[in-house]
């Protein structure tokens, strides 16, 4: 019999918990009411937050084709092209290139913010500040949108961007893209005009180290009188051994003044005609609308932040577990008041 009396015991204490617990089901329903109302009064204050996302793909446009073939032309003056690769090959990294420049290009955050600084929401939080605190309180919002880059074996990036309204967001967005294509356009041009720009100053500096020589060379022969070809005649023989000597390494002033002051009149008369050809080939690349990437804002995903079901759910969980450690805690003191009277 004692051996079984606990086992009695703890089970008439579990009968007795829930029964204590029944007896107090109206507080506790009471208690998880009013947590389920807390619950819903804080949803309500939480403002309505979207997960806004954009995928960001490499562009095909056939004008990303144009700009490659002026990048040749400008290395083309520089030196003799030795690597030729394969023309499908050298597109996908060239299309790979221009996305990533695009989103470098997104990454500074100017052209978002620039766009974004213009919607009511934000004008109504920094119209009152400073211009130094405006700048820091637009950087704040910057972390709104957040890029993310592709997997392994994957080409897209991902664009974030957490915003109240999907329609602003969408549009915000667009109007960022295109601010950045506009931008990196700009700045693509002005890369390929200051490398022309510097091909210009190479060949120019060339002509003018070519000139110098061909100047000495032919004051050279007129000081000798050699006014036509004499190299035909040098002998190169000596002994019945033929020298392996080339015409390039003979004295120059041997080929006349006349020939070297035709080639003179030449180099001066050059007006560059590749040079010339390659600027309009780039000012009709300033004039040309280009897509450097490939996206499509009406795909965009939205996403809602706010998780009011989680919220109502533990609210509900935590007011059943108030509601019962209330009822078991006063019932708790009840048998001590119980026997006070009772003494």
Do not use: C
Not at 283 to 297: A, C, H, S, W
């Amino acid at each position: 019999m004692n051996k079984n009396s606990p086992l009695y015991d703890d089970e008439i204490d579990l009968i007795a918990l829930f029964k204590i617990i029944w007896d107090g089901k109206i507080k506790i329903l009471f208690i998880t009411l009013i947590s389920f109302f807390v619950g819903l009064g804080y949803n309500s204050q939480i403002p309505i937050n979207y997960l806004n996302s954009l995928t960001i793909n490499p562009s095909n446009d056939i004008e990303l084709i144009k700009l490659a073939n002026i990048q040749k032309l400008i290395k083309s003056n520089q030196s003799n092209q030795s690597n030729q690769l394969n023309q499908s090959n050298q597109s996908n990294q060239s299309n790979q290139s221009n996305l990533v420049r695009f989103i470098n290009e997104l990454e500074d955050y100017e052209e978002f913010l620039l766009i974004a600084r213009d919607t009511k929401k934000i004008q109504e939080n920094i119209s009152k500040l400073n211009i130094e605190d405006q700048e820091i309180e637009l950087f704040k919002y910057a972390k709104l949108l957040e890029i993310v880059k592709p997997k392994k074996d994957e080409e897209s990036f991902t664009i974030d961007y957490k915003w109240h309204d999907p329609d602003e967001a969408k549009k915000i967005l667009q109007e960022t893209l295109n601010l950045t294509s506009k931008n990196l356009k700009r700045s693509i041009a002005l890369e390929l005009s200051q490398l022309l720009e510097f091909e210009k100053k190479l060949l120019i500096n060339k002509d003018v180290v070519r000139l110098d020589y061909l100047k000495e060379q032919s004051a050279i022969a007129k000081e000798l009188n050699i006014i036509d070809n004499q190299i035909d005649n040098v002998n190169l023989f000596q002994s019945n051994v033929s020298l392996n000597i080339s015409t390039a390494d003979i004295a120059y002033y041997l080929r006349g003044y006349k020939a070297i002051d035709k080639e003179i009149e030449l180099i001066e008369n050059r007006d560059h005609q590749n040079l010339k050809f390659i600027e309009q080939e780039i000012n009709d690349f300033k004039d040309t609308e280009i897509e450097f990437v490939k996206y499509n804002v009406y795909l965009m995903d939205h996403n809602s932040l706010k998780n009011t079901k989680l919220i109502l759910m533990i609210s509900i969980l935590l007011g059943l577990i108030v509601g019962m450690f209330y009822v078991l805690i006063s019932n708790a003191f009840k048998p001590k008041k119980i026997s006070k009277k009772t003494n």
